[in-house]
């Protein structure tokens, strides 16, 4: 926890580029399943965000003419509300994998979309490249736990389809771009990121009693309890504070 | 523009300073290590086994550096500063520079093998080519057996290299032109002198520094130096360390070719070389 | 006088026991100093590595120290050069040897029975004289090391206890010529290419310390050369395999003996050949066998003044040869064995005592200050007309040394060697068949309390016999045989 700490602290340098839907194909698909839904927010005003320097790179300060880069360790909204918050339930014993779709991760502008990307355990991910300059995918698990790897991606490269086989927060780099920071949280059963306003909903939650869990890079966790009904809908809320 | 370079200099100095106090991920113990003491390696017809002579040998040669449980953190390991002088590897992660197998997959036993044999230059790792191949073989069960992985997974299948092509000025410029796509210069430098943009701030998996390779000054490449092991090195990558596995994105007839301009950067008579002096090569382009 | 004779004896005996020593009977420890082993922790600092990792238990090397001085002191990582090293690391190691010792031997004692005006001593009788205590050898200066890639040198500045120093060792190699192994070149003072190194001797004692094999000959042989044991001064070409499974060097040497200033001939030179192979014998470990040729020439005449031999105006070369087999034998990783032999031979005025007229070290005997017809102790000069009588020969010899290791671990080594020297043909006719022949035996203990890459440190114990016929106490004119014993329990820090 303590190494995934400093990459959070020190190397993750992202620029928020597009908000998408970050709740990624998630659909109620039987009866009697609820939901938990909620908003994030954050206690006091923004960070300071500071703007990532790409000059290593022209392809990448070009991208960015228009557009500066700055760093996505806080993405906050108008209303408080915080994106790229992985909400879970702590303790999942139910099906052992929930999430069949395929999410993209992109490597675009020279920065990761999503910044953060939520996994169930052994879901298939795909990592693909925008840019016009080569990047390496690596991500960094902890090989106790999850095995690494690390696979060049210049242009054009085909995408890498990878899954990980355990639920760990993984932080991922490109060693050309050491600016490029992003995030690999692979958890047991439903999930949801926070989109731009801090609103979240897990779907496909059967009926009981849950800890959700909110993870916010580096490594805020949080908990709450809630009861899902039949159906029903429960509420959580968050509150994070920055470091 | 040179404000921002020394900026993330600092950034990375201070990342650096804050991962080198973390030598290893996870500390197995003495008994969930000898858990594995059945492990063994199979090299061509010899198995090695963990047994007096292969913990004899480790504990002669090999424990200073990686410890008694594998885990790098051997006596010496806190002198040992990199980029000049890498930390010693952690047995107990699992994860090999030199493999003949695909990125995330475990060496093969003739892989550590040969690695023994060979040391890896540029780092405090010696040849350890005086063992016979019967030490060498239970050196790799020992090596192993530090892992849980060498349990749980099976070693990855070593990529099929084709036979290796005659050397033609045709060839080399091809290799070039790969060179160029896949944007080796990036850390390497567009004549391989280990001066790309992005080599200064280079760290490998545990977030320390680590230095590219620089084709030009006479010294082996980390996993050996025939055409066939640059073959492997970039198609399968050097795990724990920056250098990515281009497999999915150089075809293995283009990987020929790619090697074939590597040579022309390094010393040593090869016929790349000779056939480069009578070509107009120039270094690629970095901004086309 | 009495002194000076005994030492004038013995020289021809065991010639690497210096004149020093003997007039300190009781000094063994100055042959240590001159024979210093080449542990150098400096190295073992350089490169992380436990001294364990090039020693068999220091200073015997394995075949991975082996290797690594056969590159010149470089485990080739590219990382050799000192520019790679931290600035304040410099390759200076120290060894001492404080020890405890007790060395017991033959000698002729004056009886003062009825002494008288014309006897004032009495007569006198052999009697063994045993002496013990705590006494300190000299100290060796180890530095050594690359000075570049494949650029390196050896220094060894080594004192005895009195502070008296001498350059055991001063050489340069350059390794790896044209990025070959095989292209390997040293050149100054530096120890022969022996398989079984004296300079690596685990042995503290003054008769278990050298190897008799290597500096055995014949009684009253005048050849100062042929001395294996001894540093030389030339230039070797040393090539090997790259894993060093083979290994090959040739060296042309000065007949001076390692002697600074051309003392000896003007034009006399030697040559050592000798190849080794090694052989992966699977669970049994490396097996190495090897040969060795050391053939030369040195003087045996040199111009007078007043009678008194010119130093470094030796001609008159005459020749010698010394060859043999070594081999060394791993029974995994804990017991080891070592052989060497040797036939040895001498050109017949070497077998008269010619040869050694104007040496001036401890090694060859005494400094002729006087006419040599004339100055007691001083050899003879093979001047103009000088004949050899009709009984001389050329003698020859075997010689054959076998040395066990038992290594319990790198800290713990217990170590046997037997020695013996057997004459095959006396230098003069009617000479017993047997003088000079030499039994020794010697039995070590070596525990390293600690033996990190900093700093190692032995406590030893050890112990000695060496006979050899006819060259013991002169009484009258019997001569005894030679029959030492020593027991040393000693330190030995190198740091």
């Known amino acids: ?243 | ?288 | 006088m009495h002194v000076l004779s005994r030492s004038s004896l013995r020289k021809v005996v065991r010639s690497a026991i210096s004149l020093v020593s003997f007039t300190l009977l009781l000094a063994p420890f100055v042959l240590i100093s001159a024979k210093p082993a080449k542990a150098i922790p400096a190295f073992a600092r350089k490169y992380g590595l436990r001294c364990s990792a090039c020693h068999e238990t220091w200073p015997i090397l394995n075949n991975f120290g082996l290797k690594f001085r056969d590159n010149g002191y470089q485990i080739m990582n590219d990382r050799d050069a000192p520019i790679w090293q931290n600035p304040s690391y410099w390759p200076a190691t120290f060894r001492m040897t404080p020890i405890w010792h007790r060395f017991s031997n033959l000698q002729a004692v004056d009886t003062y029975t009825g002494a008288s005006t014309a006897n004032p001593y009495g007569t006198q009788a052999v009697e063994r004289i045993t002496s013990s205590g705590v006494d300190l050898s000299g100290l060796d200066f180890h530095t050594g090391g690359t000075l570049y890639k494949n650029i390196s040198f050896y220094l060894l500045p080594s004192s005895d206890p009195t502070g008296a120093f001498h350059f055991e060792t001063v050489m340069t190699r350059f390794d790896n010529i044209l990025g070959s192994s095989w292209l390997n070149i040293k050149v100054g003072r530096f120890e022969l290419n022996n398989l079984l190194s004296e300079k690596r001797a685990v042995g503290l004692t003054a008769d278990g310390g050298i190897y008799q094999t290597y500096h055995f000959i014949p009684v009253g042989d005048g050849n100062i050369f042929g001395q294996m044991g001894d540093n030389q001064l030339g230039i070797e070409y040393v090539g090997h395999s790259y894993n060093d499974r083979t290994r090959v060097s040739a060296a042309l040497l000065d007949s001076n003996d390692g002697n600074v200033n051309l003392t000896l001939g003007a034009n006399s030179y030697s040559g050592f050949f000798t190849f080794d192979q090694a052989v992966d014998a699977g669970k049994w470990d490396v097996q190495r066998l090897g040969a060795y040729a050391f053939v030369g020439q040195a003087a045996t005449y040199y111009k007078t003044s007043g009678g008194v031999p010119i130093a470094g105006s030796g001609v008159g070369n005459k020749g010698f040869s010394r060859i043999g087999v070594t081999t060394q034998f791993y029974f995994g990783p804990h017991f080891d064995v070592n052989f060497v032999t040797q036939h040895g031979e001498d050109n017949a005025w070497f077998g008269q005592g010619y040869g050694n007229a104007v040496a001036t070290d401890g090694d060859g005997g005494v400094t002729c200050t006087g006419p040599t017809a004339t100055t007691p102790g001083c050899p003879p000069n093979n001047t103009p007309g000088t004949t050899l009588s009709a009984l001389a020969r050329a003698p020859s010899w075997n010689g054959y040394t076998i040395e066990a290791r038992y290594v319990y671990s790198p800290t713990l080594i217990f170590l046997g060697r037997y020695e013996a020297e057997r004459m095959q043909q006396q230098a003069t006719i009617g000479t017993p068949q047997n003088i000079g022949n030499i039994n020794l035996w010697d039995f070590i203990a070596r525990w390293n309390p600690f033996m990190s890459n900093r700093a190692g440190m032995a406590l030893q114990a050890e112990y000695t016999v060496m006979h050899q016929v006819g060259t013991g106490p002169t009484v009258g004119l019997t001569t005894a045989n030679l029959n030492d014993n020593e027991i040393l329990l000693g330190t030995d820090f190198d740091f």
């Open chain 2, 1 to 288: 523009m040179r404000t921002g370079l020394r900026k993330w200099s600092l950034l990375l100095g201070a990342a650096a300073f804050f991962a080198l106090p973390l030598t290893s991920w996870a500390q197995l113990s003495t008994a969930d290590i000898a858990s594995r003491d059945n492990m063994e390696a199979h090299i061509g017809n010899l198995t090695g086994h963990v047994n007096a002579r292969s913990t004899y040998d480790y504990k002669r040669y090999c424990v200073s550096c990686h410890g008694d449980l594998g885990d790098g953190n051997g006596e010496v390991a806190q002198w040992l500063d990199p980029p000049m002088w890498p930390k010693p590897r952690d047995f107990q992660m699992g994860v090999f520079k030199c493999r003949s197998t695909l990125t995330g997959s475990l060496p093969t036993d003739e892989d550590l093998f040969d690695t023994i044999a060979r040391g890896l230059d540029r780092s405090a790792m010696p040849q350890w080519s005086q063992f016979t191949k019967q030490q060498r073989a239970d050196l790799v069960a020992y090596v192993k057996h530090f892992s849980p992985r060498f349990v749980t997974e099976k070693p990855g299948t070593p990529i099929t290299i084709p036979p290796e092509p005659e050397v033609t000025p045709e060839r080399i410029k091809a290799g070039r032109e790969v060179f160029a796509r896949v944007q080796c210069w990036k850390c390497h430098g567009v004549q391989g002198m280990a001066n790309g943009p992005s080599a200064s701030t280079l760290t490998d998996d545990l977030g320390r520094p680590i230095a590219p390779f620089n084709f030009t000054e006479g010294s082996r490449p980390k996993c050996g130096d025939t055409d066939r092991d640059i073959y492997k090195i970039f198609m399968t990558g050097l795990d724990g360390t920056p250098m990515p596995s281009f497999a999915d994105n150089i075809k293995p007839d283009e990987a020929w070719d790619l090697v074939f301009y590597l040579r022309t950067f390094m010393q040593g008579a090869s016929k790349a070389k000779e056939l480069a002096k009578t070509m107009d090569l120039k270094p690629v382009n970095p901004n086309p």
């Open chain 1, 1 to 243: 926890m303590t190494r995934r700490y400093h990459f959070g602290a020190v190397l993750s340098a992202i620029v928020l580029l597009c908000c998408g839907a970050l709740i990624l194909g998630q659909k109620v698909n039987a009866a009697g399943e609820g939901s938990i839904t909620g908003t994030v927010k954050l206690d006091g005003p923004a960070p300071h965000m500071r703007g990532i320097d790409m000059s290593k790179d022209p392809y990448c300060v070009k991208q960015h003419a228009s557009n500066p880069a700055h760093l996505e360790t806080w993405v906050v909204g108008s209303g408080g509300g915080v994106a790229d918050t992985v909400l879970y339930l702590d303790g999942w014993s139910g099906a052992a994998q929930t999430e069949t779709s395929v999410p993209v991760f992109d490597q675009k502008d020279c920065m990761y979309t999503p910044h953060v990307l939520a996994l169930d355990t052994n879901q298939e991910f795909k990592v693909v490249t925008s840019d016009q300059t080569a990047h390496n995918i690596h991500p960094l698990p902890n090989p106790m736990i999850n095995v690494g790897w690390n696979q060049s991606q210049p242009p054009g490269a085909p995408p890498v389809t990878k899954a990980w086989k355990n639920p760990e927060v993984i932080p991922v780099q490109c060693n050309i771009h050491p600016w490029m920071h992003g995030w690999f949280v692979v958890v047991k059963g439903p999930y949801a990121v926070s989109d731009d306003s801090g609103h979240y909903t897990i779907n496909n939650v059967p009926p009981g009693s849950y800890t959700v869990k909110a993870w916010h890079e580096p490594d805020e966790a949080q908990t709450q309890k809630v009861t899902v009904a039949a159906g029903g809908s429960a509420t959580a809320d968050f509150t994070l504070k920055a470091k």
